[in-house]
């Protein structure tokens, strides 16, 4: 079974039961445990300059690859070679690219609890990316060291990285709000009442938590990084993107679980 | 071109210099910005448990997979898709497993500077390999939760960042050390004396620097992290597997360097 955040750190003998994974201050756990995760990836991915050509069409070193940016074939790569892995079978990771091959290993995926057909409805990776494009040169130093290999290699684990955060809470969140009040949360979704969904599932008090406490850890991260020889990423760019991407994609995905809940359990 | 430490992160203008890359003070920083990234991936690592099944052969899932763990697997897959991005046409860049395609991406390496015929023969990747599977169970929470995708996709990220730190001190160093006392040291080497070679290199004040540097940053960057929700590091296990491993296979490549290093320039 792949990595799906809701199983860790529990305790072994929590897992038998059935609506531990939905606890809501559980999920909030797991959200805030994936924090530090985006933070160092972004931070290490700053290592390197904003290297432009690294996202242009055409400009990938691959021959015949006139379309895509180096960015994009490294993409399509490594979720090719994620997919044969599995990955793609545990619903928190939604993979960025399509047509991928099936999964060569044998994969063990427990009962998830979860109550939608395809788990791709909560697929926010095309927001994730764009947003992520226009990030790269806010928090990475401007210019071009011709390390684009490295530089993509980052992202993809960057961009992994805010996927799981997303698609985690967009699923488990959702989930977990249903069970606390399914009659409402159906009678909005049976209307298609998108803008009641958001409402009925936004927490300002806890958006304004998560703000705090990653622009806390952004800062401590990298207190003790030497700026001589380490660049360092400003916490309020990283607050920045939970707020304006993070957060609202994420809620994005819950809507869409709840528009495509099953209702007959 | 790939990731070259050595370029980053110097000013534009300090490229035109030849000697720029070798200067003891700039690979010092480099080795540096290094640190945080391992420590980086080690602690994300630990957010999953030590899986010792992960590292078993015979236990990948794959079809057919007898003679190989899920780790070993998926550095040959992971390796493989590197190759064909020119990652190894760094020096830098060693890797851990054979038989590597060649790259399908068009990579410029700039004149390094090193005076090997062979970067391998600095490849000290089976006894990262090996003490990093020892530590595995030292940094990583006892017991199996089932995540041996996520917990090798973790293990090859930090088999890649301690790889490059000590390749490029062995390279870097030890051309840089060569460069200040070429005499000395290509004595040594012609008489083969790697024990005279590995004296001549060894500089304890800077070997304890590093050492304190590291445990301050291990803490420092776990330093919000919610202990509840996260599983923390202790630095001290990093500190020790930077001094048994990482410094002591860093100066076995800089006298494997030293050994080959041509006499001509």
Chains 1, 2 share one sequence.
Not at 134 to 157: I, K, M, N, W
Not at 171 to 191: F, H, I, P
């Amino acid at each position: 079974m792949h990595e799906s955040p809701s199983r860790w750190p529990s305790a072994p003998a929590d897992e038998d039961r059935d609506d531990v994974p939905f606890q809501l201050s559980r999920i909030a756990g797991n959200l805030e445990a994936l924090e530090e995760t985006i933070i160092h990836r972004l931070v290490d991915r700053a290592q390197f300059r904003a290297d432009r050509k690294a996202y242009q069409a055409g400009q990938s070193g691959f021959d015949g690859e006139d379309e895509r940016s180096l960015l994009e074939v490294r993409l399509a790569h490594h979720e090719a070679m994620d997919a044969t892995f599995g990955r793609y079978c545990d619903p928190v990771e939604r993979p960025f690219t399509g047509g991928l091959p099936a999964s060569r290993r044998a994969v063990t995926l427990g009962v998830t609890g979860l109550a939608v057909d395809d788990f791709d409805v909560v697929n926010r990776t095309a927001g994730i990316l764009a947003a992520y494009l226009q990030l790269v040169p806010r928090f990475c130093p401007a210019g071009d060291d011709r390390q684009y290999g490295s530089c993509t290699e980052h992202d993809v684990a960057a961009l992994q990285a805010i996927a799981r955060r997303v698609h985690y809470g967009a699923l488990y969140v959702a989930e977990s709000k249903w069970r606390a009040a399914s009659a409402e949360l159906a009678g909005l979704a049976a209307a298609g009442d998108d803008d009641g969904l958001l409402k009925a599932i936004t927490r300002p008090d806890v958006e304004a938590a998560i703000l705090d406490r990653v622009a806390e850890k952004a800062a401590n991260v990298q207190s003790c990084a030497n700026s001589t020889v380490r660049q360092l990423v400003a916490p309020d760019v990283i607050v920045a993107f939970y707020r304006d991407t993070v957060i609202p994609l994420t809620k994005e995905g819950q809507v869409a679980y709840l528009l495509n809940r099953r209702r007959d359990r």
